[in-house]
């Protein structure tokens, strides 16, 4: 195995691309992993096109030499590979920590497997330690926050909700427009309601709990690479 797990995690992945297939790229360290070997594999012949799931991962996939496509040429993917914050037991996700969750949320939705790839340090017991990062309109952001915090009590979570910033200091904006609301709860013992609650928010374009999207995992720690499916 790779000294590196995500790497390890990101071959583990790759083993399942066929010539033809439409691939969702992922965004943050460990998807990079995957779209750089995947580059190695475009370039000895294999035949792929990917949707990338931020314009971070369109960059590395153009320098790496894959084929991109849109969901407007191809609206179903065979596969997505993307990491995750956390990954519990139940292949429920945390996702976002990278700012691209809507985007990761539609390419995952749109394609016929999504699998995760992470390092063990994912991998909990329940989600909520890893702040839960909510994309939001900027338009009536502090009305917008405060619905959301109503909706997070409602699901019987607690805790502090913080817009994401810039190193300037100013709010961090999305690929597609959006602010960021990190919201650090410690635990959240039913996902899916909380999950429920935030969708109806008005004001919240989408929320990094991914719940019955992942298929599998390929979860890499030091004694090898662990298949969750
Ligand atoms: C980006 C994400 C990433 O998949 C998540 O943050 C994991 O990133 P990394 O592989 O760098 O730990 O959801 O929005």
Redesign the pocket.
């Given at each position: 195995m790779s000294d590196n797990p995500?790497r390890a995690a990101a071959a583990a992945a790759l083993e399942l691309v066929r010539p033809g297939m439409k691939l969702g790229l992922?965004?943050?360290?460990?998807?990079?992993h995957f779209v750089e070997l995947l580059g190695v594999k475009v370039k000895a012949g294999l035949n792929v096109v990917g949707v990338p799931t931020?314009e971070a991962t369109r960059g590395l996939a153009k320098h790496a030499g894959i084929p991109l496509t849109t969901l407007e040429e191809a609206p179903e993917l065979d596969l997505t590979v993307?990491?995750?914050?956390e990954i519990d037991s139940r292949l429920r996700l945390i996702?976002?920590?990278?700012?691209?969750?809507l985007r990761?949320k539609i390419v995952a939705n749109a394609s016929k497997r999504m699998v995760v790839i992470?390092?063990s340090g994912?991998k909990v017991a329940m989600l909520g330690a890893f702040p839960l990062?909510i994309e939001v309109i900027q338009f009536g952001l502090e009305a917008t926050k405060r619905a959301v915090v109503k909706a997070i009590e409602r699901a019987g979570c607690q805790g502090e909700i913080r817009l994401r910033l810039r190193p300037d200091g100013h709010g961090l904006v999305t690929d597609s427009g959006h602010f960021i609301l990190d919201a650090s709860l410690g635990r959240i013992p039913d996902p899916e309601a909380l999950a429920d609650g935030l969708a109806a928010v008005p004001g919240v374009v989408e929320h990094?709990l991914f719940i019955g999207l992942a298929s599998e995992a390929f979860i890499a720690g030091p004694s090898g690479v662990e298949h969750i499916a």
């Amino acid at each position: 195995m790779s000294d590196n797990p995500k790497r390890a995690a990101a071959a583990a992945a790759l083993e399942l691309v066929r010539p033809g297939m439409k691939l969702g790229l992922g965004t943050g360290s460990t998807a990079a992993h995957f779209v750089e070997l995947l580059g190695v594999k475009v370039k000895a012949g294999l035949n792929v096109v990917g949707v990338p799931t931020s314009e971070a991962t369109r960059g590395l996939a153009k320098h790496a030499g894959i084929p991109l496509t849109t969901l407007e040429e191809a609206p179903e993917l065979d596969l997505t590979v993307d990491g995750a914050d956390e990954i519990d037991s139940r292949l429920r996700l945390i996702k976002g920590g990278g700012a691209a969750l809507l985007r990761e949320k539609i390419v995952a939705n749109a394609s016929k497997r999504m699998v995760v790839i992470a390092d063990s340090g994912k991998k909990v017991a329940m989600l909520g330690a890893f702040p839960l990062p909510i994309e939001v309109i900027q338009f009536g952001l502090e009305a917008t926050k405060r619905a959301v915090v109503k909706a997070i009590e409602r699901a019987g979570c607690q805790g502090e909700i913080r817009l994401r910033l810039r190193p300037d200091g100013h709010g961090l904006v999305t690929d597609s427009g959006h602010f960021i609301l990190d919201a650090s709860l410690g635990r959240i013992p039913d996902p899916e309601a909380l999950a429920d609650g935030l969708a109806a928010v008005p004001g919240v374009v989408e929320h990094g709990l991914f719940i019955g999207l992942a298929s599998e995992a390929f979860i890499a720690g030091p004694s090898g690479v662990e298949h969750i499916a």
